[in-house]
């Protein structure tokens, strides 16, 4: 990928440009191996597009009401404009320009970090394949939203594509990308992103996998697996109690967010739980499981540790997915892993972050890799995915 930022100097945001891609996946493959020893195979990477392919865009607003800039802060803290990423496709930056004119025709007042005064301090753009968006405007309060509600169908009418459009609040001087609050500003709150084989609902404040097309290839992978585990499952149940119709094969799906693994993992003889601690996000998923036509599917607002840890015995699920933050699963859930009934034998983990990935390996001595795969999630960058199958010992 080439960049005039970046050959300009004015952004160094893709720590990783001008390596050539192939070698950027070999370097990723070398490091996650050196990380995860105890991994005996690799499936050769999944890879996509090297540019375009980043569904959200996050850009800090800064300069000043008649001249904004969309994009980062400097070293100094003054704006970088970069409307025209590469890294976006062009349903996102042909928003932009229309996004900038509506800060000056609306009068917000880019927030001014040094000074910390000013309202305005992110807009956040999500696309789908068909270019739809949703679009939030970060705001340091409300003092803003009557006139951004007074311009709003100005603003749809540069943009037949948004689709959704809210106002997100963030009163601290903090180094976040949005507050607890979100006002929507539109009928429709939800964006519909198809990812593999189904169609996500994505809402504010909600997870996405970032890389729409890698992201399909990660769920087909799971997917596959399980049906693997499902098939190798139902050979062994008939062969103890022949005669005896086959099991349904339960798997959860813990930090499920919208849903990703668990709709994609869904077929008819299985039962499939979702859990995530976002009301929101748990609402979407079951919205996107009924709209596919999903039974045998359904999805629990709460903690994935406390939930799994209170679960019956007999509740016990065939395999698990995981797909944690940053931070790892964390000592509570390896425990409850590692001592998980003799029902749990498989465990499909899927990690944005292979050093904590590692970490919680060693907490899982009850467990023995099997594979693993590379996902090349995020090109120009040394961030990694990855997904890792393993069974009981």
Request: glycine share 8%; proline share 8%.
């Amino acid at each position: 990928m080439q960049c005039d930022y970046y050959d300009a100097g004015v952004c160094r945001s893709c720590t990783l440009m001008g390596v050539p891609e192939d070698v950027q996946v070999a370097d990723a493959q070398a490091r996650v191996e050196t990380l995860l020893p105890t991994v005996p195979t690799w499936l050769a990477p999944a890879t996509g597009p090297a540019s375009r392919f980043r569904n959200r865009a996050k850009m800090v607003v800064a300069g000043t009401t008649d001249t904004p800039t969309l994009g980062i802060l400097d070293e100094a803290g003054r704006g970088v404009d970069l409307v025209r990423c590469g890294l976006y496709p062009a349903s996102t930056t042909d928003a932009l320009e229309p996004l900038r004119a509506f800060v000056t025709r609306a009068a917000l007042v880019p927030y001014d970090v040094a000074a910390r005064r000013g309202e305005l301090k992110h807009v956040h753009v999500t696309t789908n394949d068909a270019g739809e968006l949703m679009v939030r405007f970060v705001l340091r309060s409300t003092e803003s939203l009557p006139r951004i509600r007074k311009h709003l169908p100005w603003l749809l009418e540069q943009l037949p594509s948004a689709r959704v459009v809210s106002a997100n609040l963030l009163p601290q001087h903090a180094a976040l990308l949005e507050g607890d609050v979100e006002v929507p500003l539109t009928p429709a709150e939800r964006l519909p992103v198809r990812q593999g084989a189904v169609t996500l609902l994505a809402r504010p404040q909600g997870f996405l996998q970032t890389n729409t097309d890698v992201a399909g290839q990660l769920y087909a992978q799971v997917a596959s697996w399980v049906t693997d585990l499902d098939d190798d499952e139902r050979l062994g149940a008939a062969a103890a109690a022949p005669g005896h119709g086959p099991t349904r094969l339960r798997v959860w799906d813990l930090y499920c967010g919208a849903g990703g693994f668990a709709l994609h993992v869904a077929a008819p003889g299985r039962d499939v739980v979702g859990v995530e601690t976002s009301e929101q996000a748990v609402a979407a998923a079951r919205d996107a499981a009924g709209a596919a036509g999903l039974s045998g599917t359904g999805f629990i607002h709460a903690d994935a540790t406390s939930w799994a840890r209170e679960q019956p015995g007999h509740a016990a699920p065939d395999v698990v997915v995981v797909n944690p933050p940053r931070r790892g699963l964390g000592a509570q859930l390896c425990a409850w892993l590692d001592a998980a009934p003799p029902r749990t034998r498989h465990l499909l983990y899927s990690s944005c972050n292979p050093a904590s990935l590692a970490t919680d390996l060693e907490a899982l001595p009850g467990w023995e890799p099997v594979r693993g795969r590379l996902f090349a999630m995020f090109p120009q960058t040394a961030h990694a995915e990855v997904l890792v199958q393993l069974r009981r010992r």
